[in-house]
């Protein structure tokens, strides 16, 4: 079994910052060798990637629009990925979803994913 688990939603009024923890283990999953993503789901919308950094510490922005406001990072001696997000603003509230995407390099195709975390903005 792989778990992946998200922390650190919350409220949050609009131009503030938050971050948020991921962990990831499991039998079946070498987090040194993986690339490890963040997806967003806003509210009546399709769930969108975010973020993905590499086994190698690479970033892949799956929506160019979020660079300059969100950072992605990785600790693999914790085996904990975060996602730093400034000046957040209402239009960035959604579940948060954490993924244990594919070894070694950022894609598309997810392997595993966390059950999500909530993150509202405020105004």
């Known amino acids: 079994l792989v778990q992946v688990e998200e922390s650190g939603g919350r409220l949050v009024q609009a131009g503030e910052s938050l971050t948020l923890n991921c962990t990831a283990s499991?039998?079946?999953?070498?987090?040194?060798?993986?690339?490890m993503g963040w997806f967003r789901q806003a509210p009546g919308k399709d769930r969108k990637g975010v973020l993905c950094?590499?086994?190698?510490?690479?970033?892949?922005y799956y929506d160019d629009s979020l660079k300059g406001r969100f950072t992605i990072s990785r600790e693999n001696a914790k085996n904990t990925v975060y996602l730093q997000m400034n000046s957040l603003q209402p239009e960035d509230t959604a579940i948060y979803y954490c993924?244990?995407?594919?070894?070694?390099?950022?894609?598309?195709?997810?392997?595993?994913w966390g059950r999500g975390t909530q993150v509202t903005v405020s105004s």
């Open positions: 993924a244990a995407v594919q070894p070694y390099h950022c894609g598309r195709d997810v392997d595993y």
């Open positions: 499991g039998r079946a999953l070498s987090f040194d060798d993986y690339a």
């Open positions: 950094i590499s086994s190698r510490s690479a970033i892949t």
